[in-house]
């Protein structure tokens, strides 16, 4: 099992934001020195959820970041995650 640097361990909920705010502000927590993102998105459907994983999944990358996905190994394989929670 692989081991991931969990000291600022982020944890996301988009509700009340639209994607391009939730995206900026989770780019903001990423380069204030996120070690580990949880993509925690109970209320999309799976093809929402895929596609915000992308968005989100290209930042981390950029961050060189992991990105953990929330229950959905299915989408975690979809995007390339590197780990579900």
Same mark, same amino acid.
Request: aromatic share 8%; glycine share 8%.
């Given at each position: 099992?692989?081991?991931? $640097? ?9 509700? !009340? ?7 900026? =502000? ?6 204030? !020195? ?5 993509? =925690?998105?109970? $209320?999309?459907?799976? =093809? ?21 996905? $929330?229950? =959905?190994? $299915?989408?975690?394989?979809?995007? !390339?995650?590197? !780990?579900?929670?």
């Amino acid at each position: 099992m692989k081991h991931f $640097d969990t000291t600022l361990y982020f944890i996301t909920d988009s509700t !009340g934001f639209g994607e391009e705010e939730f995206l900026r =502000r989770t780019e903001e927590a990423l380069k204030g !020195g996120v070690s580990l993102l949880q993509l =925690r998105e109970k $209320d999309k459907t799976t =093809r929402e959820y895929i596609s915000l994983a992308e968005k989100v999944h290209t930042l981390t990358k950029k961050y060189n970041v992991p990105l953990i996905i $929330d229950d =959905r190994v $299915d989408v975690a394989l979809s995007v !390339g995650a590197e !780990g579900v929670h």
